[in-house]
């Protein structure tokens, strides 16, 4: 084989300059760093991460506290107290556990379900591309909250897992997309090419050379869609198809609706603990996009 | 495809409409074996989906378990209020965004860019729903200046202006509230698509050519700048309708989203059927519809 063969030197890039781990997200960090929105966005997100794992260090009662009910907010109790004279504001950073938890689970299993199908239906194409994307496209014009509203009520049980069940289960067909369109285009590149003539396996080529190709997109779709999820599982909660066991921000919207004209506090601190939330994800997901340079070419 | 998929998946729930019909209490076996039998209810999924299609091609969606009427009786008293409210919801926001997304696009990096941008981004932050009950607690609680829920006032009106003013001030609220969501999304759209336009040559050579910044900016930028915008609006049908089904049953707006949400929580199965389907319908004629649009507003596109 000549020298300067590209196969060879296929194989030579690997020692000639490899990034660590460590410096690649460094440099995502500084590309970050320059939009003052994704930085906020990014502060964002981490406060409510650090609220939701320390909630019982740092809330000021503990969520069975009793005391005096619907107490507008005060020295005492900053955001008020609720119908059943617990302090509002450790109910929101216990309700931050779960609402994260449901956002980011969704997601999961979205992600995972949707790599699964589009990587199927972009890699092999043909017939099985045909039918996953007629599925996919099917299951994507449906309007999500109520295709959620219909999905949920089967279950006889209301419980936080099976909505976030439901709504992994039907939020895949757009990251599904996305990544199909993202395996179409890379699928023609030289270097799955030159992998392929080197005789690696469809397996091979997908994991190690395709995949890791469309992870930042996929971390950009699923850190925007983590609110959403949050969103969904409130207002499901919220219209009565919810858990009312695991106290999420829905549930404590729920119980304010109920006394929306005596006490505004209790529908006030909810609404506005989602609304930084999202907030929050929205900016990160858009600075990470820049950031990572994603092109959304799946549309 | 999309009657199989519902179909199916309200008929595996567990819960027995029998019994969700006639109450838990006080009936004998005999009496809930010969409701089963009636309805069809003991017959096989498959044969009961081809029992209901070959009923739905003749126009009878069946009979709800609950108020024992006809569903598509009840479905079309409801659709007419939901078009109301999507249509009011889809105009306001279509003019707002657009004019908007133009001027942060001309004004790339100005105030006014930055301004409306973060009302955007806040836009579709806020969880719809929210804002509707801070809505309420405010406009109608407190100022008193828009009616609490419903359609229209239940009062005689001196004259059909008057009632139809009545009928304004109910929309105001639900619609505002749903505006606010679809605008900020039409608003990110309209303002990338056009500053993606204004960056092509074609944009300079016009502005070379000495023609009017004014003549640029509507006949070159922006007919090209909505077509993307326009394959966006069949998605439409789907955020409206979704965000319809909470924002309808806050303020008691008496269309097919708070049809739903009252009927899925007593799991009335052929009116959830019928609702589902009839949902369904609407957002597929509303992505073909935008099809349509799009082959009219882009010459290139043809369909054979």
Redesign the interface.
């Known amino acids: 084989m000549p020298k300067d063969s590209p196969f060879e030197s296929a194989e030579e890039t690997r020692d000639v300059y490899k990034p660590s781990r460590a410096t690649r997200i460094f440099t995502i960090w500084r590309k970050l760093k320059t939009s003052k929105l994704a930085v906020a966005g990014f502060g964002i997100v981490l406060i409510i991460t650090i609220i939701a794992i320390f909630a019982p260090l740092l809330a000021p009662y503990d969520t069975t506290w009793t005391g005096r009910s619907r107490r507008p907010p005060s020295m005492e109790h900053l955001l008020g107290t609720d119908a059943s004279g617990r302090d509002m504001l450790s109910l929101i950073m216990y309700g931050s556990r779960v609402s994260l938890y449901v956002g980011i689970a969704a997601v999961s299993l979205e992600i995972l379900i949707g790599i699964g199908i589009g990587m199927c239906a972009g890699y092999f194409g043909g017939i099985i591309d045909e039918s996953l994307m007629r599925i996919t496209d099917m299951i994507m014009t449906l309007p999500e909250l109520p295709l959620l509203i219909v999905a949920v009520t089967f279950f006889e049980v209301r419980s936080i897992h099976i909505i976030v069940l439901v709504m992994g289960f039907l939020g895949w067909p757009y990251i599904a997309r996305y990544v199909r369109g993202e395996f179409l285009s890379l699928r023609e590149t030289t270097y799955v090419e030159a992998a392929k003539s080197m005789g690696a396996g469809s397996w091979r080529i997908i994991v190690r050379h395709i995949l890791p190709n469309i992870l930042s997109l996929v971390i950009v779709l699923a850190t925007m869609d983590i609110p959403w999820y949050i969103f969904y599982e409130a207002t499901l909660t919220f219209l009565g198809f919810g858990d009312p066991s695991s106290p999420s921000w829905g549930v404590l919207l729920e119980k304010g609706y109920l006394y929306l004209t005596t006490a505004w506090w209790m529908i006030t601190f909810p609404g506005i603990a989602l609304f930084f939330t999202s907030l929050g994800f929205n900016l990160f997901g858009d600075g990470l996009r820049d950031a990572l340079d994603v092109t959304e070419r799946g549309r | ?2 009657t199989v ?2 179909f199916t ?2 008929h ?4 027995d409409p029998a019994i969700a019909m006639v109450g838990r209490h006080g009936l004998s076996k005999e009496i809930l074996e010969k409701l089963r039998t009636d309805y069809g209810l003991d017959q096989p999924i498959p044969v009961q989906y081809l029992i209901w299609v070959s009923k739905v091609v003749q126009g009878d969606l069946g009979y709800s378990y609950v108020s024992k009427r006809p569903v598509i009786t009840m479905i079309g008293e409801r659709i007419p209020y939901t078009l109301e409210l999507m249509l009011a919801a889809e105009f306001i926001s279509i003019a707002i965004a657009v004019i908007l997304g133009v001027i942060a696009a001309v004004k790339h990096y100005s105030l006014a860019d930055a301004v409306a941008s973060v009302g955007a ?2 836009g ?7 804002v509707a ?2 809505g ?2 405010v406009f109608s ?1 407190h100022l008193g200046w828009l009616p609490l829920s419903g359609v229209i006032t239940p009062t005689e009106f001196p004259s059909p202006v008057h009632a139809f003013y009545d009928h304004l001030t109910h929309l105001v609220l639900p619609a505002g509230v749903l505006v606010l969501g679809w605008t900020a999304y039409l608003f990110r759209m309209v303002r990338s698509s056009m500053l993606e336009v204004l960056r092509q040559d074609y944009i300079t050579t016009a502005r070379a050519k000495g023609l009017r910044e004014r003549i640029v900016i509507y006949k070159h930028a922006l007919r090209n700048a909505l077509l993307p915008v326009v394959t966006y609006l069949g998605y439409s ?3 409206l ?3 319809a ?2 924002i309808e ?1 806050i303020f008691a707006w008496p269309g097919l ?1 708070d049809f ?2 009252t009927i ?2 007593v ?1 009335d199965y052929p009116t ?1 059927m019928g609702a ?1 389907s009839i ?2 319908i609407m ?2 004629l509303a ?1 073909l519809c935008a099809d349509i649009a799009y082959a009219v507003v882009d010459p290139r596109i043809r369909y054979d």
Not at chain 2, 124 to 130: D, G, L, N
């Open positions: 495809m999309i998929l519902v998946l309200i595996i729930a567990p819960g981004l806040v579709y932050s806020i969880p719809t729903f929210w009950l801070v309420l607690l609680f049908m789907g955020f309708l979704s965000g089904a909470v049953y989203g739903l949400v899925a929580n799991r959830m589902g949902i369904a957002v597929l992505n």
